[in-house]
């Protein structure tokens, strides 16, 4: 029986003294001081690029403070790697994770700690062999008292996104960690998996270990957390219990002014007709050899002008590829290369045929696109703000006279836009890598939205974005609706989706499975759908 010790200090697991961090010019820890009770499930919250990870990543051994001092268990440490920090009782989870995907759950687990031996314990590694019966044993053992059950005798890859987070849990469990780090653990995760995340982290509480969370889903830190550690531009404005927090206080802290996270947006009486109508479309599997398995099963969708459609679903569920398909027709339905990529069904844009339309001349169509992967398929990054947002446009008569592009209305045309739609700093010139996240996606925002579209599909338009932004980002999309336009939002948030849309669709394994009016949406019945709990009845409705 452990006993209590009056000794406050004796309570800490975790206490970071005026510590700092920089990268060139950038201090991303400034002076930073806070603590963490033993035995707690902490968060630390705070815009992207407020200190939080790079905090935690010093406690883990990957980075070293600067100045200051780090206390564990009230004793100062000053890790030299992460091997130094594990051998002390420290874990972490990363938010990608650090998983082989063509082994086993079991081989993950124990790769780099071998402590399990056939041979003499004192023979080295190489020359010994690993006693996997006994190493299965232990782990299994640990899974069953914290309620973590997997299947350690199957590949990483064919394990669920959950399963795979639990393995990892595991991997922290099975070297002795007492103190969990885990960063931003339910990006990927339903709803249902989420519940079942923090009722695995209240046991492991209950077992007297520290869990340190990194997140931005402030309906998370209040439902599971006992303790909050707020940062902003790299310092600690605020500590507080979780029991006298609200959404609204440690948003305006995190920002430094007032946030309006969930608006009532009414609905748009003056729904129009049809812009975009996929009927029936079917993406057979061209990748692997599972040719049973569609990437989209009868998939049929009606998007109106003047409303939000929100897709809801974890990611991996079809809608990537409906995105693409949109996007790239011919390339899935072309007669050249059908045996490749054998798509059938319709795909009407403002009642007209598409799916035999190259990729370039979707441009003439009037639709944007808000990508996935900013970086990847939105910004060139090496290029200026100004050049990135003539991007896909500069054949519009604005821009152009004849062959010539029109420097000065150009010029004047990125001046206006960055100043309407908030994109800091104000220097058209700048790089789009010199700007943050947020700004990076403004610059998209205004591109696409300038572009007078009829369709807008958003794809995640507020991932890795501050608060301050999404809220910005949102009033756009809503802006757009209201003017007539159509929007196909596809979202891993269901707080973001459940906010904006009018109606809203669920894809699980390729499917449509479940249809909802904004008035009949809710995170149980959306999260239910998503992981494909619903009766068969529900299935297919969408029209």
Same mark, same amino acid.
Request: proline fraction near 3%; include cysteine.
């Given at each position: ?8 200090e ?6 970071? /003294? ?8 950038v ?11 033993? %035995? ?9 690029g407020?200190?939080?990870s790079?905090? &935690?990543? @010093? ?9 200051g ?6 004793? =100062?440490q ?26 086993? %759950? ?27 019966k ?6 299994? #053992? ?11 005798n199957?590949? @990483?890859s ?27 653990? !339910? ?8 519940? $079942? ?9 209950e077992? %007297? /270990?520290t ?20 940062f ?9 219990? !979780?029991?006298?927090? #609200? ?6 802290? &995190? ?8 608006p009532?947006i009414? *609905? ?9 109508e996929?009927n029936?479309? #079917? ?12 990437? +989209?099963?009868?998939v049929s +969708?009606?998007?109106?002008?003047? $409303? ?28 050249k290369?059908?045996?490749h990529?054998?798509? !059938? ?9 598409? /799916?035999h339309?190259? *990729? ?5 169509? @009037? ?8 970086? /990847? ?41 960055? @100043? ?9 010139? +700048? ?5 943050? %996240? ?9 591109r696409?939205?300038?572009? $007078? ?7 995640? =338009? ?5 608060i ?8 756009q999309?809503?802006a757009?609706?209201?003017?007539g336009?159509?929007?196909? +939002? ?8 459940? #906010? ?22 809710? $995170?149980?019945?959306?999260?239910l759908? &998503? ?10 409705? *969408?029209?």
């Amino acid at each position: 029986m452990k006993t209590k010790c009056n000794n406050s200090e004796s309570n800490i697991a975790v206490e970071f /003294k005026k510590v700092k961090k920089t990268f060139g010019n950038v201090v991303a820890n400034d002076n930073i001081s806070f603590s963490v009770k033993k %035995g707690t499930i902490q968060a630390l919250v705070g815009e992207n690029g407020a200190g939080k990870s790079t905090a &935690m990543k @010093i406690l883990f051994g990957l980075y070293k403070e600067d100045e200051g001092e780090i206390l564990v268990n009230g004793k =100062p440490q000053h890790w030299n790697s992460p091997k130094d920090a594990i051998k002390n009782g420290i874990g972490m989870v990363h938010q990608h994770f650090m998983l082989a995907e063509n082994v086993t %759950g079991l081989d993950n687990i124990i790769l780099g700690d071998e402590s399990h031996t056939l041979l003499l314990p004192y023979i080295p590694t190489p020359f010994n062999f690993i006693d996997r019966k006994k190493a299965k044993l232990e782990i299994e #053992t640990i899974a069953k008292k914290y309620g973590l059950n997997v299947p350690l005798n199957i590949k @990483i890859s064919k394990l669920p996104v959950g399963m795979q987070q639990r393995i990892e849990i595991l991997k922290l469990l099975y070297r002795n960690a007492e103190i969990l780090i885990l960063d931003e653990p !339910t990006a990927v995760l339903t709803p249902i998996e989420v519940n $079942e995340l923090f009722e695995n982290l209240r046991k492991l509480k209950e077992e %007297g /270990k520290t869990i340190i969370i990194v997140t931005h889903k402030l309906k998370e830190v209040l439902n599971f957390t006992d303790n909050i550690v707020i940062f902003r531009s790299g310092k600690v404005v605020g500590e507080m219990r !979780t029991s006298e927090a #609200t959404e609204e206080k440690i948003a305006s802290m &995190m920002v430094g002014r007032n946030v309006n996270l969930y608006p009532n947006i009414p *609905s748009n009486k003056n729904v129009g007709n049809p812009v975009l109508e996929i009927n029936n479309v #079917t993406l057979k599997n061209y990748q692997t050899k599972d040719s049973k398995r569609n990437l +989209l099963h009868e998939v049929s +969708l009606t998007v109106k002008a003047g $409303e939000i459609v929100g897709i809801a679903g974890v990611e991996g569920n079809g809608q990537s590829e409906l995105i693409d398909i949109i996007f790239h027709p011919q390339k899935y339905f072309g007669k050249k290369i059908s045996s490749h990529h054998p798509a !059938t069904g319709d795909i009407n844009l403002l009642g007209k045929a598409i /799916k035999h339309k190259k *990729s370039s001349q979707m441009l003439d169509l @009037i639709v944007g696109l808000i990508p996935e992967d900013r970086h /990847k398929n939105g910004l060139l990054l090496n290029m200026s703000a100004e050049e990135n947002y003539i991007l896909g446009r500069h054949w519009e008569k604005k821009f152009r006279f004849g062959f010539l592009q029109k420097i000065k209305e150009i010029q004047k045309t990125v001046a206006q836009e960055m @100043i309407q739609y908030d994109v800091r700093p104000r220097n058209s010139k +700048l790089n789009a890598s010199g700007f943050s %996240g947020g700004n990076q996606q403004k610059i998209i925002i205004a591109r696409e939205f300038g572009k $007078e579209p009829k369709l807008i599909v958003a794809a995640n =338009p507020t991932r890795g974005v501050d608060i301050g932004a999404i809220e910005y980002i949102h009033k756009q999309i809503v802006a757009e609706r209201d003017k007539g336009v159509g929007v196909l +939002l596809i979202s891993s948030e269901l707080d973001e989706i459940i #906010t904006l849309s009018d109606r809203i669709v669920v894809m699980y394994g390729g499917s449509i499975v479940a249809e909802y009016n904004r008035n009949e949406a809710n $995170e149980h019945t959306l999260g239910l759908a &998503m992981c494909g709990g619903l009766p068969n009845s529900y299935r297919g409705n *969408s029209k």
